[in-house]
């Protein structure tokens, strides 16, 4: 069964500070992956994909994430936080073998001390 | 270029009654997928339609619940004879034609329904 592992429900970093958010999954296909933001009472937000090639990805609002084929890990890393990154994060994965159906993390939710 | 749009925002029913949730997909986006989010979990699949089409609802409850797409006019997620169980987030997101870029999938801001 695919599955997806966020081991972090809350993480909290101080303002300024680097900031890295652990996914891990199960898949028995060849996996495209996805990182997802949703603030409180809001949809989801795409912030980055991996489909093939370069395994570190760039997304938006200075987020980037490295694919690691052999840990099997999606995670997403920020050089310096700011108050406003403050929400639940979200890693998914999904496969035209498995229909497109995102299958997703339980979700990590980043407090910013200021 | 308007996202994907769902309405109504916020929805409350009480047990026994009808909830018909819309969603409009991006622009030039032919698939339709649908979650649901229940309190503190991630998003799980329900179903997958492209028009007039229901491609994958694996994750679809037997019974009680359906999805359309129509030609015309917006998805359709229907629960009948709602219970407190269904209340949750559902969420809709939209995908381009494969040809296209179809991996990656747009959400709109959701419905939360309150079921009383």
């Known amino acids: 069964a695919q599955s997806v592992t966020q081991p972090d429900i809350h993480i909290t970093v101080s303002e300024g500070a680097s900031l890295e958010l652990r996914c891990n999954y199960s898949?028995?296909?060849?996996?495209?992956l996805f990182w997802y933001v949703q603030s409180p009472g809001q949809g989801l937000q795409l912030l980055l994909k991996?489909?093939?090639?370069?395994?570190l990805v760039q997304g938006i609002k200075g987020f980037e994430a490295e694919f690691k084929r052999s840990q099997s890990s999606f995670n997403l890393r920020k050089p310096s936080v700011h108050w406003s990154d403050a929400a639940e994060y979200f890693c998914?994965?999904?496969?035209?073998?498995?229909?497109?159906?995102?299958?997703f993390g339980a979700g990590t939710i980043l407090r910013v001390k200021s | 270029n308007a996202g994907v749009m769902q309405n109504p925002r916020h929805l409350v029913r009480r047990r026994g009654q009808e909830a018909r949730l819309r969603c409009s997909p991006m622009?030039?986006?032919?698939?339709v997928y649908w979650y649901r989010q229940l309190p503190e979990e991630g998003l799980k699949f329900m179903v997958y339609?492209?028009?007039?089409?229901?491609?994958?609802e694996s994750g679809m409850p037997k019974e009680r619940f359906s999805a359309e797409f129509p030609k015309e006019g917006p998805s359709i997620l229907r629960i009948q004879q709602v219970v407190r169980g269904d209340s949750a987030a559902y969420f809709c997101?939209?995908?381009?034609?494969?040809?296209?870029?179809?991996?990656?999938?747009?959400f709109g801001p959701g419905t939360r329904l309150l079921v009383l």
């Open positions: 997101a939209s995908s381009p034609p494969v040809s296209s870029g179809g991996e990656t999938q747009y």
């Open positions: 898949y028995g296909a060849t996996p495209y």
């Open positions: 991996y489909f093939s090639g370069d395994t």
């Open positions: 998914a994965v999904g496969s035209w073998e498995y229909g497109n159906k995102l299958v």
């Open positions: 622009k030039g986006h032919s698939h």
């Open positions: 339609l492209q028009k007039e089409n229901i491609i994958d």
